[in-house]
């Protein structure tokens, strides 16, 4: 079972990021999301985390499941989270960027969340993020990290 979500939020084709001012991702952009709590279900634990980090009323989204991402812990546990994508469709209630409890909220060019050598993205997102987009199937991206540091992603699809 996984216990975490993360939705990337779309905005006239740029995308609602956040750095993030604690571990895991320290410093690096990536999506909102969290923990899902005891009895919540993927879908409930996502709209809240929305709410709390964005202020974004998650009715206003076209919000899609994208499948899971995936990794190994040391102790050899499989861990993982949710993924969504949500397209917004009425302006942002916010200017940004903004300084939340959580780190900073921006608007990104889609291209510069796609780009591989983009260094201040947590590590998986360029292998999984233009599919979402585009791609109503769903994929595991499970992720191989050694020593912190991820090596590679393997893309299955999902039955």
């Known amino acids: 079972m996984f216990k975490y979500t993360l939705c990337f939020i779309i905005y006239q084709n740029q995308v609602l990021l956040l750095n993030r001012n604690k571990n895991p991702w320290m410093g690096r952009w990536n999506g909102v999301g969290g923990k899902i709590n005891e009895g919540e279900d993927k879908f409930s634990a996502i709209k809240r985390e929305i ?14 499941y994208r499948g899971i991402v995936t990794w190994n812990e040391p102790t050899g546990e499989i861990l993982g989270l949710h993924l969504f994508v949500g397209f917004l469709n009425e302006p942002l209630s916010f200017k940004v960027p903004l300084k939340t409890r959580e780190g900073i909220l921006d608007l990104k060019p889609i291209e510069w969340v796609s780009d591989f050598k983009n260094l201040g993205l947590v590590d998986n997102i360029p292998y999984f993020f233009p599919r979402i987009l585009q791609d109503d199937k ?5 992720c191989h990290f050694e020593n912190e540091l991820m090596q590679s992603v393997e893309i299955k699809l999902l039955t």
Request: net charge negative; charged share 25%; glycine share 0%.
């Open 138 to 142: 769903l994929y595991q991206y499970h």
């Open 51 to 64: 709410i709390e980090e964005t202020q974004i009323n998650p009715d206003n989204l076209d919000l899609k």
